[in-house]
């Protein structure tokens, strides 16, 4: 009897060992359905299957004791797979850091993804089914916007939003129009082969293009001490550049489908532009309210603050895209407008889980981009044309380049600090494709004849940019001499000093009558310290700036030490002084 027992559970481990392997084929029907023995009579079985048939119905005296039921948990169980496949790279890659120091780390997880598709490929030749509209655009896309926003430096975003908007999307209208017709041109040479290309598909494409990846360009601008001007100018220009990309994507899509070009529909599409950005930036700043409303009343309860946060920021996503509004630049709004608010409200200790799920939540989805991107270039039928795949990246790479300087040249009398040609060159070369390209480039529609090439150009462009420019820009921008900032320096003297000119600036401005954004910005702080911090701040007791400022510098000098110890904690403050501090900032 113990023998029978031993020879069946090994049978059942093997089989499950086969499964795991098996299910690296994502997306395929695995049909595994062997017979187990029965072990034990009981009349009521500890285990039973849910796939008998009437055909192989169990002997009621004699009931199976392990079964195995792959259907029952396939889902959930490929997502685990992906996703501890994912980490364990993630873990090696920093492990071994210094290969990350010249290698992005996004080049990596592609070319791993290569390997693991060429696996797939020798065993099944049909390619995963790992990206649709759906996946990406309510699972994925939602945490990589939201750790974006929430970890955006406020101020200095804000004294440069004119020339990140201006970048974002003007730039963003100068590389699809400039790309799409240049394209449209190629298409006009017989020798290509892709006259039916016409001038909307052509729009379509350039739109997916113009989606500019942030993620491995700004840890080499963090690593390098890039100035502060430029990092905050390439990070909002990448962030609402998105939500703009995908706007003119559903724009050119609906004007690709119409059979008759009508102007009147065509006018009123560029007129839903605006209600689009417009629309969601509102559901944006009512659900940033409400969540921060809502945590004036946790004081109670704790526990549910990060889920009050989490919550808040996927309804704003959801509610604009059930309007068909911009959802990235609801979530975007609602974090930014959330932020100040919520961590005044919530304790230390939900703080700090607030920081770390929002990072981990992006790291995984942004990591789980670029391994699929791999994948899926392997196994996928791709469909080449090597003239207009070449045309494709030069375009992209000329228009980005003279869209830079153009652009710049007139921002630059506007601006405090101009930009120099090695900022420019940094802007430029920095414009790397990524994620978002790839997941539209999936949801073309089926009617477009020339799809795949759509695609394998795509892919084309993201891997060129992605490991010669991703590779290249570090050593590039060291040659050129490019400006530095010291963001270790943030000490309380600069802190006072920097409020002290902004003040001056101010007062000199009312007495000349000329506004900028210091003269906007000390009349909202006037505000908001009048009536919203009223509404929104549980404990809105007055208090001293400069006592304000010291508490939040020391706090984060603390929580910086304690995310850098490796075992001697003899260094980190104590806990009752932390405890004291969170207290008082709380």
């Known amino acids: 009897m113990v023998l029978h027992f031993y020879v069946s559970t090994s049978f059942n481990f093997q089989i499950f060992l086969c499964i795991c392997f098996a299910s690296l084929g994502y997306g395929e029907n695995v049909d595994i359905t062997p017979k187990a023995t029965a072990v034990f009579s009981s009349k009521y079985p500890l285990w039973s299957s849910t796939d008998d048939t009437a055909g192989n119905e169990a002997d009621e005296t004699n009931p199976e004791f392990f079964t195995l039921n792959f259907s029952r948990i396939k889902i959930p169980f490929e997502i685990t797979l992906w996703v501890l496949l994912a980490s364990f790279a993630k873990i090696g890659f920093n492990v071994y850091h210094k290969i990350t120091v010249w290698v992005p780390e996004s080049c990596l997880l592609i070319s791993l993804g290569f390997i693991v598709g060429g696996v797939m490929h020798a065993v099944r030749k049909e390619p995963p089914a790992v990206v649709s509209s759906n996946v990406f655009f309510l699972y994925m896309l939602p945490p990589i916007i939201l750790d974006s926003g929430y970890f955006m430096p406020t101020r200095p975003f804000f004294e440069n939003m004119g020339t990140v908007m201006w970048f974002a999307v003007v730039g963003a209208l100068w590389n699809i129009m400039g790309v799409g017709i240049s394209l449209f041109a190629?298409?006009?040479?017989?020798?290509?082969?892709?006259?039916?290309?016409?001038?909307?598909?052509?729009?379509?494409?350039?739109?997916?293009?113009?989606?500019?990846?942030?993620?491995?360009?700004?840890?080499?601008?963090?690593?390098?001490?890039?100035?502060?001007?430029l990092y905050i100018v390439?990070?909002?220009?990448?962030?609402?550049?998105?939500?703009?990309?995908?706007?003119?994507?559903?724009?050119?899509?609906?004007?690709a489908m119409m059979e008759v070009d009508e102007p009147a529909v065509i006018l009123s599409d560029i007129g839903g532009f605006f209600?689009?950005?417009?629309?969601?930036?509102?559901?944006?700043?009512?659900?940033?309210?409400?969540?921060?409303?809502?945590?004036?009343?946790?004081?109670?309860?704790?526990?549910?603050?990060?889920?009050?946060?989490?919550?808040?920021?996927?309804?704003?996503?959801?509610?604009?895209?059930?309007?068909?509004?911009?959802?990235?630049?609801?979530?975007?709004?609602?974090?930014?407008?959330?932020?100040?608010?919520?961590?005044?409200?919530?304790?230390?200790?939900?703080?700090?889980?607030?920081?770390?799920?929002?990072?981990?939540?992006?790291?995984?989805?942004?990591?789980?981009?670029?391994?699929?991107?791999?994948?899926?270039?392997?196994?996928?039928?791709?469909?080449?044309?090597?003239?207009?795949?070449?045309?494709?990246?030069?375009?992209?790479?000329?228009?980005?380049?003279?869209?830079?300087?153009?652009?710049?040249?007139?921002?630059?009398?506007?601006?405090?600090?101009?930009f120099n040609f090695q900022d420019q060159f940094g802007l430029a070369y920095g414009g790397l494709r990524g994620a978002l390209s790839f997941a539209l480039a999936f949801t073309l529609p089926n009617s477009i004849a020339h799809k795949k090439l759509f695609i394998t150009d795509t892919i084309a462009v993201i891997i060129f940019t992605v490991f010669i420019q991703g590779i290249t820009i570090r050593p590039l921008l060291k040659l050129m001499n490019i400006r530095k900032t010291n963001w270790n320096l943030e000490t309380i003297n600069v802190e006072i000093h920097k409020r002290l000119m902004e003040h001056t600036v101010a007062g000199i401005e009312d007495l000349c009558g000329q506004w900028s954004h210091y003269r906007w910005k000390d009349m909202f702080v006037k505000f908001n310290n009048r009536f919203i911090r009223k509404i929104l701040i549980r404990d809105n007791r007055p208090e001293s700036s400069i006592v304000s400022l010291y508490k939040k510098l020391e706090l984060r000098n603390a929580m910086e030490i304690l995310d850098t110890m490796s075992g001697d904690i003899s260094a980190a403050p104590s806990l009752m002084s932390l405890q004291l501090l969170s207290d008082g900032c709380s």
């Open 186 to 229: 190629i298409c006009q040479i017989e020798a290509f082969g892709v006259q039916d290309i016409n001038l909307e598909e052509n729009l379509l494409f350039a739109t997916i293009l113009s989606a500019v990846e942030p993620v491995a360009v700004l840890s080499v601008f963090e690593d390098i001490s890039i100035n502060e001007q």
């Open 234 to 255: 390439m990070f909002g220009e990448c962030l609402f550049n998105d939500a703009v990309t995908v706007v003119l994507y559903n724009l050119f899509n609906h004007v």
């Open 275 to 418: 209600v689009v950005g417009l629309g969601g930036i509102f559901f944006g700043l009512l659900f940033g309210f409400l969540t921060a409303l809502t945590t004036r009343f946790t004081g109670k309860v704790r526990e549910i603050e990060p889920l009050v946060i989490f919550m808040f920021s996927y309804m704003a996503y959801l509610i604009a895209e059930l309007f068909a509004l911009s959802s990235i630049m609801a979530i975007l709004t609602c974090t930014l407008s959330m932020k100040y608010y919520v961590e005044e409200n919530v304790s230390q200790r939900s703080c700090t889980t607030i920081r770390h799920v929002i990072k981990m939540a992006g790291s995984v989805s942004e990591t789980l981009m670029f391994f699929f991107l791999g994948v899926v270039t392997i196994t996928m039928d791709h469909e080449w044309n090597w003239g207009y795949i070449l045309f494709t990246l030069f375009f992209t790479l000329f228009w980005r380049f003279l869209g830079v300087l153009v652009l710049t040249l007139i921002i630059n009398p506007f601006r405090k600090i101009p």
